[in-house]
């Protein structure tokens, strides 16, 4: 890996203070660097250039037993824990990788480009999911190993990039077509040679173990600054699972960033960090040159607003198993929903919210308010907050709310400054009130707080005094019969309903409501 070169804009004061062994966010936001620096013109004649230069590794092998074809254009991208011909100076103050390397996958994301090249759909999977492994054979000892369950970034270590491919195939229905594993190398001066990008937080973000420390609001970070922002991992409660928000809410920026011009206008600033991006990246021997440019073809014409993002849904975040330790379990009925709506092509977020021109999912619309009761659960997203400081009551809280219907965003995390509030609060955009009402219906004893801007997500900050959601109360009743204007077409009836805790990139961008 000589053609590697570390970034060189980390002075030591903008170094975080203590290192950490995960590295999760570098390696998925250099991918998608990668490819929003392929759409441009300028990026091109690099990209041609630099693709036979390509690691390219055998990870996609056949076999009756995988998924059918759908039409779509899946990659698998991971991240890796790779760290051969990186000198230990390097790892230690430039890349603060503590620890050994685990030679397994840091990051796994499954993006999927519709048929039609018009939408783009990213899932996170978490790194300690406790799946099904298939049977492979060991790659030191030749010896064949049963199939057995395990931490999904095990199998990497266990069989390399085609037992991955074969592990997430199994479990997801999904076919995989094109593997991308990412090396960190090139995420520092990525964002640099983009002018740095936006992120966006309405509150303050601190993170002693990384450096973190952004105030609330909108905040332009350099290289340095976003390698802070997407290993945080100590910002709150929500430990590895708040960080992959963060890293979608990065990539989403990004991509609307990209979309909107800026820097990638200017091809005198792609040359260098094409050659680095590149360079640090393996894919599949499959995704030859001119893949590579179609691929980069069919990705100029995506924005924010037509890339969705969810992580898997998850049931246990602390399932103890021997020899593996902590692991995670997936919500089985979430995770196959959301499969099969990557499976089928719909928008994760619904199909009015795919709509141009239509509200965001709950939004009331000048003039027309709804009948009351009329927002049924699954259109009601929710993010939930620890304010008891209650150890594990922010997931039993957001468990609860999704098994009764709400889209909640999986991902609960603690409230701002801790506390030990007794009485729940739902905090809401009053432009969401016809939404409230059926959270409100759920949650009757919590107090009801309108926060301007808020946007369609609501905050249910959990107190000690939280009771659980009200037998039947979440359900939006029918409107009523003497009111047909009220009820919804039938074509609107039929449209598929949004996943759980999946979100548009465009409610991610900064500025949006």
Sequence with gaps: ???????????????????????????????????????????????????????????????????????????????????????????????????????????????????????????????????????????????????????????????????????????????????????????VSTVDAL???????????????????????????DGAGALRYVRARHVDGSSDLGRMHRQQKFLAQLLHQASSGGTLLNPARLGGVMDTVLRSVKVDKGLGNAELLQFASSLKDLSASNADFATVPLSTVDHQVPGWGSTVLWDEKGAQALFEAVLAGRPLTGAAAA????????????????????????????????????????????????????????????????????????????????????????LPEAEQVAVAGLGPTFQVVAGSEYRGPADGAATAAPAPAAAPAAAAPAAARSEPAAVAGAESGSAFACGAS
């Excluded at 002018?195 to 973190?212: A, M």
């Design 355 to 442: 709509a141009p021109g239509s509200p965001a999912p709950g939004a009331v619309p000048a003039g027309a308010a709804p009948a009351a009761g009329t927002i049924p659960p699954g259109e009601v997203r929710v993010q939930v907050l620890n304010g008891a400081g209650v150890q594990g009551l922010g997931f039993r809280v957001d468990a609860e709310l999704r098994k009764a219907g709400f889209a909640t965003t999986g991902t609960p995390a603690n409230a701002p400054g801790g506390g030990a509030a007794a009485r729940t609060v739902i905090r809401y955009d009053p432009r969401w009130d016809e939404s409230l009402k059926t959270l409100a219906a759920a």
């Design 195 to 221: 002018g740095g990008v936006e992120v966006c937080t309405p509150k303050p973000l601190k993170d002693d173990y990384s450096g973190l420390d952004l105030p609330a609001g909108t905040t332009r970070l």
């Design 1 to 187: 890996m000589s053609h590697q070169r570390p970034p060189e804009r980390l002075s030591a004061t903008d170094r975080p203070r203590r290192p950490h062994r995960r590295r999760w966010g570098r390696w998925a936001a250099g991918t998608l660097s990668f490819s929003v620096l392929a759409t441009s013109c300028g990026g091109w004649a690099v990209l041609n250039g630099v693709g036979s230069s390509l690691d390219r590794v055998d990870a996609i092998g056949g076999g009756s037993d995988r998924p059918a074809d759908d039409g779509a254009q899946t990659f698998l991208v991971v991240g890796t824990d790779d760290r051969e011909g990186i000198p230990e100076s390097t790892l230690k103050d430039v890349l603060h990788a503590g620890g050994e390397s685990c030679h397994c996958t840091d990051t796994m994301m499954i993006v999927q480009l519709s048929a039609d090249r018009g939408r783009a759909t990213v899932v996170s999977v978490p790194r300690d999911s406790y799946v099904d492994i298939p049977a492979h054979q060991d790659p030191a000892t030749g010896k064949q190993v049963a199939a057995g369950k395990g931490k999904i970034n095990a199998a990497y270590g266990m069989g390399g990039a085609p037992l991955t491919v074969r592990t997430v195939e199994q479990n997801t229905g999904l076919r995989i077509d094109h593997y991308v594993e990412v090396n960190f190398l090139g995420f």
